[in-house]
Structures are given as structure tokens and as C-alpha cells.
Nanobody
């Protein structure tokens, strides 16, 4: 069974930074992983994805502020979030997708973590 476990969420003030981590099951090596978020009262949205070939995809709202990366040796996905804004407050989810090609923030994911909460105060 594939497991994705997020960590790194917390409460910070606007302008500060956080780094989220997601550890995948040791035997699972997806081509595509990503971060998604859901704010209170809103639908879940894609934040960033990364393909094993290194290609990344970001939501316009986080471009230039967030960076997604993956450490293949540790099978861990990261999301470095800088210049955080109150609008970034949400539950952040790690996800993975089977298949070798499509890896965008609008592509369906097959596996999900339970989430880590990020709260930004102004």
C-alpha cells in the first residue's frame, strides 16, 4: 500500500517561510508527485508538481515564491514556501500519480497524504 506522509506545516506570519516535506513508501517510485492545497470553504487546487525528468509545474499564485523539489535517494518531496501570504493558509496535501507522462497541477493524482496545515497570519 502506498503511503505519503506530510510534515512541516505550522503557523507563521506573512512574509516568513516554511518548508513542507512528504515521505513516500520506500518501495514506491512515482514519476510524478505534487503538492495541492485546500483553504477553508474553497475547492482543492494544485500548487506545484514535479516529474522525475525534472520538469516542474506551478500555479500562477505561487510562481516565484514556492519551489518544489524531490530527493530521490530519500524518496522525499519538498515544497519550499517563501514570502508567505495569508491567502496561502490551507491544508497542504502531497500526492502522487502513476504513469510516465502527464504531470501537471490539473492532472488527476492516484495517491494522497493526509495533509499538513499551514496558517499564515497578517
Amino acid at each position: 500500500q502506498v503511503q505519503l506522509v506530510e510534515s512541516g506545516g505550522g503557523s507563521v506570519q506573512a512574509g516568513e517561510s516554511l518548508r513542507l516535506s512528504c515521505v513516500a513508501s520506500s518501495t514506491y517510485r512515482p514519476y510524478c508527485m505534487g503538492w495541492f492545497r485546500q483553504a477553508p470553504g474553497k475547492e482543492r487546487e494544485g500548487v506545484a508538481t514535479v516529474h522525475s525528468n525534472g520538469r516542474t509545474n506551478y500555479a500562477d499564485s505561487v510562481k516565484g515564491r514556492f519551489t518544489i523539489s524531490k530527493d530521490n535517494a530519500k524518496n522525499t518531496l519538498y515544497l519550499q514556501m517563501n514570502s508567505l501570504e495569508p491567502e496561502d493558509t490551507a491544508m497542504y496535501y502531497c500526492a502522487a500519480r502513476n504513469g510516465a507522462w502527464a504531470c501537471g497541477i490539473y492532472d488527476a493524482m492516484n495517491f494522497w497524504g493526509k495533509g499538513t496545515l499551514v496558517t499564515i497570519s497578517s
